[in-house]
């Protein structure tokens, strides 16, 4: 495989520093989990606002 960029995980900060590189760049992105609802960042709670279904953009909107 060749790739101009590899980024090991798939935490935040990995899918970050993805999002903002060059797209004319092969960005190669590895991680341990096959699932990505299996990640840490995914998994993780408090400090970060995930919204997964339309019930939770529900409870999002009576919060602010």
């Known amino acids: 495989m060749k790739t ?3 980024i090991v995980g798939s935490g935040c ?3 970050y520093c993805a999002l903002n590189l060059p797209e004319s760049r ?3 992105v590895i991680t341990e989990r096959q699932e990505t609802e299996e990640n ?3 998994l ?3 400090g970060m606002c995930m919204l997964k279904d ?3 953009y ?3 909107l009576m919060i602010q």
């Open 4 to 6: 101009d960029i590899l």
């Open 13 to 15: 900060s990995g899918l």
């Open 26 to 28: 092969q960005i190669t």
């Open 40 to 42: 840490d960042s995914y």
């Open 44 to 46: 993780a709670q408090g």
């Open 54 to 56: 339309e019930s939770d």
């Open 58 to 60: 529900q409870g999002f």
